[in-house]
């Protein structure tokens, strides 16, 4: 079956330092997407990706780095700078255009 | 810039009960719409679509119509059921950046037996 797998499901990080979260999709799709959400809020866009080796920030990139290396991975480090890193980390996907995103599962970061 | 509101939860319904949750937008030009649906600890889902004015996207017994004149896009369903019981988003994806979408805060719902 196709689709984006997210892993792990629960992380826990101490404070200062860097985490990767793994995101790969079968699917085929050109552009990924990293989410953050917070509890009752809507999701906000950490970083995109177009094409292999092209990546853009989005509105709080800020504390965080992305990879293209691949079409279907995009990891995500969360670093020592993200100063309020604790929350669930949606990734996702598209062929493209205005089409709609497909979603992985998710991952909850907890910093102990 | 392009950007939606929700209204605001939490919504508590019983099971069997009408549920709307309103949406509007702004945006430029003529944006695609969409519902997500996020059960507890989970990824989004889409539920239903509409990329033109007037188009209805249905799905699971939602409907949403979406209306250009009062930029709205309205989430709908006639008879409620626990399993309802979710986060429901509403976004758009348009200019001048259409791969990208903007979320609204999103609306729980609620639905007791």
């Known amino acids: 079956d196709g689709g984006i797998t997210q892993s792990p499901k629960y992380l826990f990080r101490k404070e200062g330092q860097n985490v990767t979260l793994s995101c790969e999709q079968n699917l085929n799709h050109d552009a990924m997407y990293w989410y953050r959400q917070d509890p009752g809020q809507g999701l906000r866009l950490i970083y995109y990706?177009?094409?292999?080796?092209?990546?853009q920030k989005g509105d709080i990139a800020e504390g965080y780095s992305v990879s293209r290396e691949k079409k279907e991975s995009f990891p995500l480090t969360v670093t020592s700078a993200q100063k309020n890193p604790t929350a669930f980390y949606l990734c996702?996907?598209?062929?493209?255009?205005?089409?709609?995103?497909?979603f992985g599962p998710g991952t909850r970061l907890t910093v102990l | 810039g392009n950007s939606v509101t929700q209204m605001e939860g939490p919504v508590t319904l019983s099971e069997e009960a009408f549920l709307t949750i309103n949406c509007t937008y702004t945006?430029?030009?003529?944006?695609?719409l969409f519902w997500y649906v996020q059960y507890p600890g989970e990824g989004l889902q889409l539920l239903l679509k509409a990329t033109k004015a007037d188009d209805k996207g249905s799905n699971k017994g939602f409907e949403a119509t979406y209306r250009k004149e009062t930029t709205s896009f309205h989430l709908e369903k006639g008879s409620v059921q626990v399993s309802d019981s979710a986060v429901y988003f509403c976004a758009l994806s348009g200019l001048p950046i259409t791969y990208k979408l903007s979320f609204g805060a999103g609306t729980t719902v609620t639905v007791r037996a």
């Open positions: 945006a430029t030009g003529y944006p695609s």
């Open positions: 996702a996907s598209t062929a493209g255009g205005p089409n709609e995103q497909f």
């Open positions: 990706s177009q094409i292999v080796n092209d990546f």
